[in-house]
Structures are given as C-alpha cells and as structure tokens.
C-alpha cells in the first residue's frame, strides 16, 4: 500500500503527534484516528489529550488552535487527502504529524495620513523609516508622530535603509543615494551623496556588517559602495566641527556590475559576499561581490520581478511578479527547478516581500490588489491572513521588526499591524 486510499472510505490511520513547542508537547503515543480526519478534528483530538494530560499549563483552551503538517506539507482539507499526495508516506507505517499553535490575525494598529505615495518603509526599534514620492524622507515613532520629514531629495524617493537610529540612507529618481545623520534633537544633516547612477536608483541594501551596501537602478546597473569611509569621517570630523558645518561629501561607487537588460528592481544581500537582484528583464541573478562576477542567473519565460527578499533563516529567495505570483526559490539547489514553492492568492502585480525575521515558514507581501498578505510558505494555496484597508495598490511592506508589520501604498497612508 503506498499511502494512498479512495477519498469517503473509513480506514483508519496510525499517527503520532509532535512539535517544536516544548510548551504543547504530548506523550509520544500513537492514535488510531480516520483518514478523513479534518484540522477541525485533529485540532479537537490535541486539545482533549492536552487537557488530559497532567500539566500546568494556564492556557484559555476555547481560544487555542493549532496547524498540521506532514513532511513539512500544511493539512488544509483531511488527512487522506493530503496523504494522496505524498507517494514517500505509507499508510500500513505509523504517520508522524508534527502541529504548531495558529498564529494570530495582524491587528490592525493605525494608520497614517501623509501627503503622497509612500513607496518604502523600514522598522527599527521604536522607530519607521519612510520615502515618499513627495520627495520626502520621514522618520515616524510607532506611536504614530512625526520627528521629522526632510525634504533632501529632487525626485521621488524609491527606497529607504537604516543604518542605525542616528543614520539613513535613501535612493531617488534624482539619480542620487543620500546619507543622513540624525542629531539628539532629530535633526537630519546629509553627510554623504553617492552619486554614479544614470537614471532612477530603485533600491539599495546595506551589508549586515554595515561596511558596503549595494544599490539597483533604472540604467541597469548594480554598483556597490563603500560605507567604511563614512565611518572614519565622522570620526575624524565631527570632534573638530559644528554638526551644523559639515558638508556633503561625494561618494563614488567601488565597482559596478552589468548584466541586466531592463531595469534592476530589487537587491538584497545574502551573507559577506552575495547579492541577489532582481529585475524587468525576467531574471533573478545571485552576484559575488568579492570577484565582481555573476554566479547564478535564474530566467523566467515572462515575468517581470518587481522585489525579492533573501531569508537568511531558511536560505530562501522570496520573489515577487507581474503575474500575481510570488515564487519561493532555493539558490542552493541542484535540481533543474529552483522554484520551491508558488504562492497564489494576489490578483494583482506583488509589488513587495518581506520574510518573518523569526520564524522560517512566515513572510509577509503586497500587491497592487490593493492588499498585504501573511503567509505560511508550508500551505502555499491561500495566505493565513488578509491585511485589508488600503485603498489604492500596495507599495510597499515590511516586517523588520518582530512584533510589527508595516505596509505603505499609493492611498498616501501607511499602515501599522501587530504582528
């Protein structure tokens, strides 16, 4: 027998139960339960054996669910039907479920006014880091105030980075990549312009060592700079003069990279040395940024890329299309197909993709359906949880931080969900 039975029968299957969270966990027992076994069903089973059990757990059980998966596959219908699907399990063998506790909804927290697009958006700490196509660049809190709006840029700004509390970068249709101080009293002093594009600079990455960061841009070239200088000025500098007085340097790419054909629309850093971009031209490619040489190049027939985000839990490449879908791809693998997974649930172009910076299996889109989406990558066939509310397409999202997922669209607003 080969795992697979005719859906409506009554055989009966033999599981055991597992999981992660030591706090669920349950005698490793197994059950004789039907093949027609439902999550509602399983959900039932678990919690009548948790609440069996002899334990101190302060749990409210009415409100407690949980999601379970085979061989890392979500159970979204019954049992047997996923067990059709898996020709590695066989039923006469004792089947290992593992289950993890549901995550909640995103609550919606605010939502915040502003004067025109925002086209990107970072968390860190207490702080939002905003770029608007009013040219503008903000710093919010998470209380929903303003510390400060600069208006530094002379063109749209595409994408914004945090150094740290006191630094931000941001890149423009003006050609430009500006670097930022900001003061005790929020006040924001350019210290740095990178100049070398030729045409709009849609994203910039910084490295996690915060020594170079990489940029993309309409002229499709992908150049990297030199942050450590940045670094050594200050140093050097701000002992011997007013804040008020420093002027803007110039800053010069170190190497620049030519590949794409069409414009680069996303770039992320995947350790010390590799960058994936992405782009117009229909491709993904992986760059080694200490040779200067690409690695990799994942083609696609006729899809467009407008965003990627790189895991670097699961060494996962998250990629966003012109057709709706958002592709997981693994770099890693040997296989002729690198897809891993399609997500399918937007009906419009998915503009933005952030991963979970804590759990492997989350990630966060949006879409100019209007819509930001949570997923769980191992149920692939629908997201977990609709953010609702903007009113024009989704721009842009982000999920730095833990507890909180942020979304910005083309209905001037920004939008605050706990995660």
Known sequence: MNGRHEN???????????????????????????????????????????????????????????????NGQYISSTLGDLIQTLSDIKTESVIEIEYSERNAAPEPIDSVILDDWISSIKGLNELILVGCYDN?????????????????????????????????????????????????????????????????????????DKSKFVSGSWDKMIKLWNLLDEQDYEENSLSKKKKSDIPTQVKTPLITLSGHTENVSSCKWMNENSVCTAS??????????????????????????????????????????????????????TEGNLVKINLASHSGWVSSVSWSKKDQNLLVTGS????????????????????????????????????????????????????
């Not at 669920?24 to 439902?38: F, L, M, V």
């Not at 989406?373 to 949880?385: E, V």
Request: glycine share 4%; net charge negative; hydrophobic share 35%.
């Open 280 to 333: 117009w031209d229909h491709s993904i490619r992986l760059w080694d940024m200490f040779t200067a040489q690409e690695t990799q190049c994942l083609k696609s027939v006729n899809k467009i890329y407008l965003c990627i985000d790189f895991s670097r839990i699961n060494g996962l490449i998250s990629a966003g299309s012109n057709d709706s879908l958002v592709r997981i791809y693994d770099p890693r693998s």
């Open 136 to 208: 503008s660049v903000q710093i919010w809190n998470k209380s929903a105030n303003q510390l400060v709006s600069l208006p530094g840029h002379t063109g749209p700004v595409k994408s914004v980075a945090w150094l740290s509390e006191s630094k931000i970068m941001s890149s423009s249709h003006d050609q430009s990549i500006l670097i930022w101080h900001l003061d005790q009293n929020n006040k924001l002093t350019r210290t740095q312009k990178c100049v070398g594009h030729t045409e709009s600079v849609e994203c910039i990455d910084i490295s996690e």
């Open 8 to 70: 409506g029968d009554h055989s009966q299957l033999m599981v055991k139960f597992f999981t992660k969270n030591t706090k669920y966990s349950i005698a490793d027992n197994p059950y004789s339960i039907p093949a027609s076994s439902t999550i509602q069903n399983l959900n039932a089973l678990l919690i009548g054996i948790l609440k069996s059990d002899d334990n101190d757990l302060e749990t409210d059980f009415s409100t407690l669910e949980f999601d379970f998966y085979i």
């Open 368 to 419: 100019y359906d209007n819509s930001a989406k949570l997923w769980d990558i191992r149920n692939p066939k629908t997201s977990m949880y609709d953010m609702l509310g903007h009113e024009d397409k989704v721009l842009c999202v982000d999920w730095s931080l833990d507890n909180l997922i942020l979304s910005g669209s083309a209905d001037n607003t920004f939008k605050m969900y706990q995660a």
